[in-house]
């Protein structure tokens, strides 16, 4: 059996992983381009019962879009 983590709160992933609670696409994104919040995600998971154990991003090479990049949960 694997090992158990600790659940993440929002502030917990907020310190790790920023760009999670993003309130919008970056301004470089087409206007054909449908955002969705990582953040309503992860809203609709945990009332489903599934619990954040992890949480990470990318760094970005890009000025300016560290609170967009890429993040894993």
Known sequence: MGQFRDILSDDQIRRVA????ADAAHESCSD??????????LAGMRSEGFLPTY???????????????????
């Open 18 to 21: 920023p760009s999670v609670f």
């Open 32 to 41: 054909r381009y449908a955002y969705i919040p990582t953040s309503a995600v």
């Open 55 to 73: 949480a990470g991003q990318s760094r970005s090479r890009i000025p300016g879009k560290a609170a967009f990049t890429k993040h894993l949960l």
